[in-house]
């Protein structure tokens, strides 16, 4: 069974090992961890075979961040550093190597190896996993699997048996878990994952320790104790929830919510240190778009001594995310995952009233089957000739009804059939999911008629709702929905929704366990909480409402809810049925999707909280910025910018710097007449990037050749020292650039633009390569040739915008033909070549000629004559352009080569005023620039050439260096936007110490903090009565939308000033937020946090009214009040903790008071699974 299991190589492994997890090879932790230093010595290239097996000791290990923060204050003050002797100068080659491996952009995203090309950190991090699998370096995720022959001999003495063969992957799992090594199981539902936690907790026992079970909602908390209470004994069973504490100190398992979690890793509480196993089981609730974030924090907050078991359902990404949590916890996670269903599903349509097979087990999807559905819901009358019949599909498309014919709903004649039919198969119990309370009601009573049980079924059903029943009180007891549901469960038909009454879902789901119930209409939640395994899955329709719109189920979804049909042991095989009560059945391509499509990825849903901030403020252990670093949101960022190799490039381009900083001051003296050579270059460098940014706003604005300013034969100074060796150089334009979307001239091959080709007077101390393969590569005419007319070296070169210096109003007559030929594409290559030969104008005739080339029959041609003479043309063309580009330099040396002013260029725009004043200030900038002495120095070449590779290398060193800082994070600037408001709201100080309104709002988990304690310290809970201060906190806890946001007028005047007073805070803290730059409405911001649906209710009943009473003041169903007077409890402890915090005893006792008034009754009545 183990090759069922995953596809991994098998490795044969000691039992016991317990210390193999620390035995990780050395390099793996230098190169891949996120608090791996980089090594300075040359050992880390030994390949992984020769660092095999070497234990890792904590002080070798340097935080990344302290390496970061070293380089940084090295950076801040390069021109004080030493340099060891040891280091040589570095040559300009180096360092434009150097260059290329930092190759960074403006937009902070770098590269390396090429020195043009920009990519992301993302982008940067599949290149990184490339460079894992080219080293074979290994990923914190192992999916290797262990050699076990024989189970019972490899585990000698097991902490706990099972009375069944265990699967190959729970025989991985429980010997993982028997070498204290953390692993992360993805697998169907019902494949058995909970046998992982069960002897996770046997070994707990065995050991003296604790583990802590943790579950994404109340309902299965309270069923896992249950289960753990009958296998391990009640009082080796722990439980804590919201509103109650079982057995909590002195318990092997502690299960708990994983909120609970968090607030005890925040506190630090002392059970956290005999904690050695803990369980997140449904981990695929990280997804969950309000309480993901929860998992995430307490994956990073456990302490390193704690072993974890991570239970999902199966994820396309399990590799990604155990390697995040391996990174994080500094531990191998060994993923163990198996598509394994113990017992197949089989899918089918519902039609025609029979079942009709489209999908079994692991085959593909069954056409067949799906056209036998689609026949049998066509209507006899459609079937029978006559003269309507083709005027009827014409009118069905007219309506539009037969687009949505599929998603039609059952009618009562239609479920009668279809339970029925269930009940005669043998395909009960049975689960039928309908995405809606009312839904579910409403189908459960079509069916009162219908009776599925035995006598004796009904005997027993009797006993235990009596039962039931008689733990509420005789009022409680007449409620009109325990009455139904009583009823209804005695007939084996029963619902199970978030508006039932807590004790009633409970009773619901014992029943349906004890195959007591035989057909439940239930809602999602049923799948997502409640380990009830049936026979038979039914959909009542395959779309939901997902909070914003009506969708398809996605996959992920729909497998979670199919899952539970096949109950182990007792079932050859789950049958699910999807229903089809229209004319059609569901469009194939969505059900395809649905039923073989990948299951949904494990995503992040980590963001920032004005109460993680300040608990993590008040910690030592953790940043902030920690925090975030360590997310899944970073994971593949972080990943890419701490590898090994960025810190050390990082580390070599400081080095650098220093040393060419060092030398250009030494090699000031050498710099006569160009003292001011560092002035000169920033004013350059201003001057080069607002021409660049002119002349691509005339290409863009104006097209072709941007009104004449790049039009072939005008001169312009180019200045590319680094690039092409010039400086002040003048050009004269062959072929005008074109850029993407700029009118006449506007490419065909994508978004990049076409640099200008220009022919560029080289300066006199360049000197022409005499290699002739040099020469042949560029021919006379093609870009990138170099050649020489007058005495004086020129070349054709393809120059950016940002390349020119200045665009000057002198213009000469050429013939670019002559002098640039058109095959130059082949030569130059790239990007440039691709678009010059998609949108290059044809001017020859052979490009549209087909019989160009061919010789007339009968006469010939003397093509040598025809070469010399246009080989004469073309050099008589170069040496004119040459005198006229010497020309140019005389007189830009006597600053007097005109400026053109390309304002003149654009003729309209609507920020053409602005455009303007750009270019007045090029033609100061030029008048500076001709100011300074170094503008006519003869080497100014060679200084300028040394000088810009330095402040190159500076920008992308400070560059690089702000992408391993902090300041990259993704959160960062929301964190600083945070902060800035808790520290103008008092919450924390200068010094980002915690204060004694930030202590108050880190008592607050139930509800928004801030809220909360802007009215603890204005005083607006101080002189209402108990039951009024829980009235007014329930619109803190109440979620559902409700039309009944207004007040009565039976409220209390007090209590509704109170509600207003609330509104008022809320929308100041909007704006607050707003003001910092939070995107925030505060009109939003008051309305989706605070809901007064059941303000006159709460109040009601902290008053002493009976529940019966209190549902007839508002529609809100019985579950949805009942589990928001059980939250508003929560909420009173933590106010009444806030008013500790204060100092205000007389708030303490209200809310404690508060507390009291509305624990009683049916909303606090005792959990079945509990007592």
Known sequence: NVEDVQESVVVPATPFDNNRSKMWEKSFFDDDSLFGGSSESESDDLSDEQDANLPVPDDEEEDVEDHIQSVGEATEELTGLSIDSGVEAASAEDIDALLKELSISDDGAFSKGKDNVSTNPLELAKRHSQLAQESSRKSWADTRLLHIEDFDSYIANPAMSFPFTLDGFQQQAVARIERSESIFVAAHTSAGKT???????????????????????????????????????????????????????????????????????????????????????????????????????????????????????????????????????????????????????????????KLHKIMEGKSGFLEKGYNEAAKALIPPSATKPGKDQKKQPSSSRATGSKQLAWQQQGSKQNWMSLVKFLDREGLTPSVIFSFSKKKCEEIAHMLRSLDLNTSVENSAVHAFTTQTVARLSPVDATLPQVLTVCEMVKRGIGVHHGGLLPILKEMVEILFSRNLIKVLFATETFAMGVNMPCRCVVFNSIRKHDGIQFRVLEPGEYTQMAGRAGRRGLDKVGTVIMCCFGEVPPPMPILKQMLTGSSTRLSSQFRLTYNMILNLLRVEDMSVEGMIKRSFSEFATQRALTANEYPKLLSRGVKTLAKLDEEFKEDARNRIGAEDLEDYFRVATRLKDLNGELLSYIMVSVGGDGGGALSPGRVVLVTAARKHGCVRAPAIILRPPMVAGSGLGRSSGGSSPRPAVCIVLLPESNIPSSDESANKASKPGTIGHVGARTHRNYAILEIEFDDILFVSSKKHKIDPAVVLKEDSVKVSGGLSSRLNALSAPVTRRDEFDAFAGMKPKGKSSDSSSLGKSASSAEEQAVEAIVGYLIEAEKREADSSLPVLDIGDCVKQGTDLLDFRQQCRNVSNLVMTLRGFSSHRHPNLEKYYSSLERKETLRSRVITLRHLLSNESLQLFPDFLQRKAVLLSSGYIDANETVCTKGRVACEVNTCEELIVTEMVFEGVLNDLDPAEVVAALSALVFQEKNSDDDFDTELPEQLVMCCRRMQTIAVNLGQLQKDHGLEVDPKDFCDSLLKFGLVHVVYEWALGVPFSSICDLTLVQEGSIVRCITRLDELCREVRNCARVVGNPTLYRKMEAASMAIKRDIVFASSLYVT
């Open 195 to 353: 046998v992982c936690a069960e002897y996770a907790v046997a070994l707990c026992r065995q050991h003296c320790t604790r583990a802590v079970y943790t579950s994404p909602i109340k309902a299965l908390s309270n069923q896992k104790f249950r289960d753990f209470s009958v296998k391990f004994g009640a009082e080796n069973v722990g439980l804590i929830t919201g509103d109650m504490q079982v057995n909590a100190d002195d318990s092997t398992v502690l299960i708990m919510t994983t909120e609970i979690l968090r607030s005890m890793l925040y506190r630090g509480a002392d059970m956290v240190r005999d904690i050695e196993w803990v369980i997140f089981d449904e981990v695929h609730y990280i997804n969950d778009t309000e309480r993901g974030v929860v998992w995430e924090e307490v994956i990073i907050m456990l302490p390193p001594y704690v072993n974890m078991i991570f239970l999902s359902a199966t994820t396309p990404n399990t590799i990604d995310f155990s390697d995040w949590i391996g990174r994080t916890k500094r531990k191998p996670i060994h993923v163990i995952r198996t598509n394994y269903r113990p017992v197949p599903l089989s899918h089918n349509l519902w039609a025609g009233l």
